[in-house]
């Protein structure tokens, strides 16, 4: 009880010591602070019920204002939208994802991919998961071929590459256009880089190793401009020269061309005519460790690279036909064939070897592994489907080819 009392005490007194302070401040304040308090008392009442009607921050027409923007969501682009290395292939063949996948791991790694398609084509490289990991992230586009274009040949193929539509809109903003085909392969053991070669409006294997251009279109490094440029005043006649040799022929006759002479592609790709050896270099004779100090990077070292001396190594090769016609000047001869074995062993990949050659009948049973000698061991088939060379056991080229 006596604290209530005492509670009640408290306030009261609270109260008027409140009054009498107000009325003191009161009596001390002009007329001009009295009217400034009334001015802020109305400004806050009017503040509190106007409140909703204010229209929020958001909804206010946005002023322009400078503030720090990150750069355009995430990591620059590793890739040069300029430089495209380009597929075309309507057949849904086992080799697209492999030889795809190897491409894009030897161009060096600025270039983007594309695959131009049929359905079926495009459906049967998209079933590769790592093809799908490019294509997540825009290392590689899979598109179809257009619809009113086929390439189902040669001939249109030809139609398909010298179409102006093609390079002006399809590719835009390629500058650059590596073209590579099934039957073509880059060697990852080359020393070279496809980016040494963007100086030249063409460059492909050459057909003609005197000649001042030429080469061909198979696996080929374009120049997009210069292409536009010739189809825009040309057109190609339907059923006459295959597109490589009649866009070449054009470019190389432009004012101001600079296509890669016969010297020069051999080096860049190899189909009918070898070129130069690879040269060794002995290791410098001062120095304790030679290997680190008497070579540039990726100089051939005697006594490590030894096999390479005077092997002709271009940075790729082309052949013809998917792999069925391998001409003399780079495949005749075991010893050529040999280099070729040690130094571009994926180009296995775009021939026709098929591993059912080396496996003996019946081939729907379980095999286990024999050894030399017996019983029931069809041991003559091995050396049958391989060709020795200084030695060493390489297999058979396929069946069916003649020198050309
Ligand atoms: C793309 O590559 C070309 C040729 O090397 C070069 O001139 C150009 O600057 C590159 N573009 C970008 C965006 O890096
Ligand atoms: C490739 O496959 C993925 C996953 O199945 C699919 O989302 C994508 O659309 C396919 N791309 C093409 C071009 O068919
Ligand atoms: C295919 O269609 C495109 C776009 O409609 C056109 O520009 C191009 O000339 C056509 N190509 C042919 C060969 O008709
Ligand atoms: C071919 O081109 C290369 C490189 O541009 C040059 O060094 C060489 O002299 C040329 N060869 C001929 C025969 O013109």
Redesign the pocket.
Same mark, same amino acid.
């Given at each position: 009880m006596g604290l209530i009392a005492n509670r009640e005490t408290n306030m009261t007194d609270t109260w008027e010591y409140l009054k009498s302070t107000i009325l003191v401040a009161w009596s001390r304040t002009t007329r001009k602070i009295r009217a400034l308090g009334a001015f802020v008392i109305i400004a806050i009442t009017c503040l509190i019920f106007l409140r909703p009607s204010i229209p929020m921050r958001a909804s206010l027409p946005s002023v322009p204002s400078v503030h720090f923007t990150p750069p355009p969501s995430g990591p620059i682009s590793p890739y040069n939208v300029s430089k495209v290395a380009l597929l075309i292939e309507n057949r849904p063949n086992p080799i697209l994802a492999p030889l795809m996948l190897h491409f894009m791991s030897v161009v060096p790694p600025d270039w983007r991919f594309r695959f131009m398609g049929s359905p079926e084509s495009v459906k049967a490289v998209n079933a590769s998961r790592a093809v799908r990991d490019a294509v997540a992230i825009g290392k590689l586009d899979l598109t179809y071929i257009?619809?009113?274009?086929t390439t189902g040949s040669q001939e249109e193929i030809s139609?398909?590459l010298t179409? #102006?539509? #093609?390079y002006e809109?399809v590719l835009q903003p390629a500058e650059w256009l590596l073209v590579f085909q099934t039957d073509s392969m880059i060697c990852a053991n080359s020393r070279q880089t496809l980016n040494s070669w963007l100086d030249y409006d063409w460059v492909g294997a050459p057909w003609n190793p005197k000649g001042r251009f030429g080469g061909n279109g198979g696996l080929s490094l374009r120049r997009v401009s210069k292409i536009v440029d010739v189809l825009k005043h040309q057109q190609r006649i339907p059923d006459s020269e295959p597109e490589d040799v009649w866009l070449t022929d054009r470019l190389g006759h432009r004012p101001g061309a600079k296509l890669a002479n016969g010297t020069a592609s051999l080096t860049f790709s190899g189909e009918m005519h070898g070129g130069d050896g690879e040269k060794v270099v002995p290791p410098k004779k001062s120095g304790h460790a030679p290997h680190k100090e008497g070579a540039v990077a990726g100089d051939l070292i005697e006594g490590i690279d030894d096999w390479r001396e005077g092997g002709y190594e271009p940075m790729g090769y082309h052949t013809g036909g998917s792999g069925e016609t391998l001409h003399g000047g780079i495949w005749g001869t075991p010893r050529l064939r040999a280099h070729i074995w040690n130094y571009c062993p994926e180009v296995k990949m775009m021939l026709r070897m098929d591993a059912a050659q080396y496996v003996p009948g019946e081939c729907s049973n379980n095999w286990k592994r024999m050894e030399p000698g017996w019983e029931g061991m069809f041991d003559d088939v091995k050396s049958r489907e391989t060709e020795i060379i200084d030695g060493v056991e390489y297999p058979m080229l396929p069946a069916g080819l003649m020198p050309w």
């Amino acid at each position: 009880m006596g604290l209530i009392a005492n509670r009640e005490t408290n306030m009261t007194d609270t109260w008027e010591y409140l009054k009498s302070t107000i009325l003191v401040a009161w009596s001390r304040t002009t007329r001009k602070i009295r009217a400034l308090g009334a001015f802020v008392i109305i400004a806050i009442t009017c503040l509190i019920f106007l409140r909703p009607s204010i229209p929020m921050r958001a909804s206010l027409p946005s002023v322009p204002s400078v503030h720090f923007t990150p750069p355009p969501s995430g990591p620059i682009s590793p890739y040069n939208v300029s430089k495209v290395a380009l597929l075309i292939e309507n057949r849904p063949n086992p080799i697209l994802a492999p030889l795809m996948l190897h491409f894009m791991s030897v161009v060096p790694p600025d270039w983007r991919f594309r695959f131009m398609g049929s359905p079926e084509s495009v459906k049967a490289v998209n079933a590769s998961r790592a093809v799908r990991d490019a294509v997540a992230i825009g290392k590689l586009d899979l598109t179809y071929i257009p619809s009113n274009m086929t390439t189902g040949s040669q001939e249109e193929i030809s139609r398909f590459l010298t179409t #102006l539509w #093609l390079y002006e809109v399809v590719l835009q903003p390629a500058e650059w256009l590596l073209v590579f085909q099934t039957d073509s392969m880059i060697c990852a053991n080359s020393r070279q880089t496809l980016n040494s070669w963007l100086d030249y409006d063409w460059v492909g294997a050459p057909w003609n190793p005197k000649g001042r251009f030429g080469g061909n279109g198979g696996l080929s490094l374009r120049r997009v401009s210069k292409i536009v440029d010739v189809l825009k005043h040309q057109q190609r006649i339907p059923d006459s020269e295959p597109e490589d040799v009649w866009l070449t022929d054009r470019l190389g006759h432009r004012p101001g061309a600079k296509l890669a002479n016969g010297t020069a592609s051999l080096t860049f790709s190899g189909e009918m005519h070898g070129g130069d050896g690879e040269k060794v270099v002995p290791p410098k004779k001062s120095g304790h460790a030679p290997h680190k100090e008497g070579a540039v990077a990726g100089d051939l070292i005697e006594g490590i690279d030894d096999w390479r001396e005077g092997g002709y190594e271009p940075m790729g090769y082309h052949t013809g036909g998917s792999g069925e016609t391998l001409h003399g000047g780079i495949w005749g001869t075991p010893r050529l064939r040999a280099h070729i074995w040690n130094y571009c062993p994926e180009v296995k990949m775009m021939l026709r070897m098929d591993a059912a050659q080396y496996v003996p009948g019946e081939c729907s049973n379980n095999w286990k592994r024999m050894e030399p000698g017996w019983e029931g061991m069809f041991d003559d088939v091995k050396s049958r489907e391989t060709e020795i060379i200084d030695g060493v056991e390489y297999p058979m080229l396929p069946a069916g080819l003649m020198p050309w």
